[in-house]
Nanobody
């Protein structure tokens, strides 16, 4: 399984971006997938996750601004990011879990990771 992210870039504060992640080799569409991020000088933190039943969970810092969605037919995960703030600047990673239930936003629950896509908010 190899997640591949796209859609990062630079945007002004208050702007929007949409990230995409396609997980090749992920045959069971019930698997949870998630977005994590790592800002400059910070550890990696969970942003949002969703399982194949469209159950989702969000970090408090992004609730009301970010929306996670999943196209099971395309095995693609999205993250719509609105009202972006400079503190959202980070490398954003897509991750896939071997579990079908909605897992906590913790790295240990996710087995497969993408290379990341940079989001910069100025």
């Amino acid at each position: 399984v190899q997640p591949v992210e796209s859609g990062g870039g630079s945007v002004e504060a208050g702007g929007s971006l949409r990230l995409s992640c396609t997980a090749s080799g992920l045959t069971d569409r019930r698997h949870s997938m998630a977005w994590f991020r790592q800002g400059p000088g910070k550890g990696r933190e969970g942003v949002a996750s969703m399982n194949g039943y469209a159950e989702a969970t969000y970090a408090d810092s992004v609730k009301g601004r970010f929306t996670i969605s999943k196209d099971n037919a395309k095995n693609t995960l999205y993250l719509q990011m609105n009202s972006l703030k400079p503190e959202d600047t980070a490398m954003y990673y897509c991750a896939a879990s071997p579990y079908g239930y909605l897992v906590p936003l913790k790295e240990s629950y996710f087995q497969w990771w993408g290379q990341g896509t940079q989001v910069t908010v100025s």
